[in-house]
């Protein structure tokens, strides 16, 4: 049965590729098709070799200043 918006009542999950976050409403699919959200995560090994090593470095930058985080917490208790 569909309301006054155009809407299923019944959740649709309808997706354009494997890969691709599920469409369950009108909201994502705007999102993906109008304001330019991607669908699917970004893949690291695809990209060209200066973005991929600045992203290990920043994940990595990441890690470490957690567990100095963690190391400097236990250390000053």
């Not at 200066?50 to 100095?68: D, H, K, N, P, Q």
């Amino acid at each position: 049965m569909n309301n006054k918006f155009g809407d299923s009542s019944e959740k649709e999950t309808s997706t354009r590729d494997a890969a691709d976050v599920p469409v369950f409403n009108n909201v994502t699919e705007h999102y993906q098709t109008i304001m330019g959200v991607p669908g699917k995560q970004a893949d690291l090994k695809s990209m060209p070799g200066v973005l991929r090593w600045f992203g290990y470095f920043f994940y990595a930058a990441i890690v470490l200043g957690a567990f100095a985080f963690v190391v400097s917490y236990f250390m000053n208790r």
